[in-house]
């Protein structure tokens, strides 16, 4: 059941976000690191209403991996960081009040499927 796909957290529960902005959120537990799934630069830290704080890391190729929902971050902008490292922590989702972050992926400023998006 896709339990080969690396994501930011262990094993989490994956539920499609619908919307305009294609992702998914991924259930954590209390405080777990969440880590980079491919290697990048740091483009952008910084909260957002409703999405508790986000990192915006982009690979070498282009493709941006963007994680929200996060309770504190590891990482500042311009940092390069490589596959398996600690970004910072889960957060709790406002909605269930359960943590849980959530992972979007864009290429060519467009949302691609989470799972798909390549690793390293």
Do not use: H
Not at 28 to 48: D, F, I, K, L
Not at 52 to 73: D, E, P
Not at 89 to 102: L, Y
């Amino acid at each position: 059941s896709g339990n080969s796909t690396i994501w930011p957290v262990k094993n989490p529960k994956v539920t499609t976000v619908k919307g305009k902005v294609g992702g998914v959120q991924l259930s954590a537990q209390y405080n777990e690191p969440v880590t980079c799934v491919r290697e990048g630069t740091v483009m952008y830290v910084g909260t957002y209403r409703g999405f508790g704080q986000f990192i915006f890391v982009q690979s070498k190729t282009g493709v941006i991996y963007a994680y929200s929902g996060l309770s504190s971050v590891n990482v500042k902008k311009s940092d390069y960081v490589l596959f398996g490292y600690e970004l910072g922590t889960a957060g709790v989702d406002s909605m269930s009040g359960k943590p849980a972050i959530q992972f979007m992926v864009f290429q060519n400023g467009k949302p691609i499927d989470p799972s798909k998006a390549p690793r390293n």
